[in-house]
């Protein structure tokens, strides 16, 4: 079992910059790919950045591309997402997850953390 945590989130205003964590405890993340989700009022999860357990490999959603970066640092059991120039349309609750490889669907994550809420302001 995979215990993940976020956190990091909070109010920014347009144009900032914020840095969410994931935190693992149960075992260790260094076996899986990790990924970042988002979900907005009223719309589905969806997919925003995924790196392969290595590091090696990373994808990102278009909407976040060049501005958002995925990261982690096995050793210390965390995972990052850097989130620059953020838009008031990065307004959602983001989750981490983990899975056996990077992909960019739910269903390929059998491990979820609980969200943190990150707001954008205009």
């Known amino acids: 079992q995979v215990q993940l945590v976020e956190s990091g989130g909070g109010l920014v205003q347009a144009g900032g910059s914020l840095r969410l964590s994931c935190a693992a405890s149960?075992?260790?993340?260094?076996?899986?790919?990790m990924a970042w989700f988002r979900q907005a009022p009223g719309k589905e999860r969806e997919f925003v950045a995924t790196v392969s357990w290595g590091g090696g490999r990373t994808y990102y959603a278009d909407s976040v591309k060049g501005r958002f970066t995925i990261s982690r640092a096995n050793a210390k059991n965390t995972v990052y997402l850097q989130m620059n120039s953020l838009k008031p349309e990065d307004t959602a609750v983001y989750y981490c997850?983990?899975?056996?490889?990077?992909?960019?669907?739910?269903?390929?994550?059998?491990?979820w953390g609980q969200g943190t809420q990150v707001t954008v302001s205009s």
């Open positions: 997850a983990a899975g056996p490889s990077p992909g960019t669907r739910k269903i390929e994550y059998g491990y």
């Open positions: 149960g075992r260790t993340l260094s076996s899986y790919a």
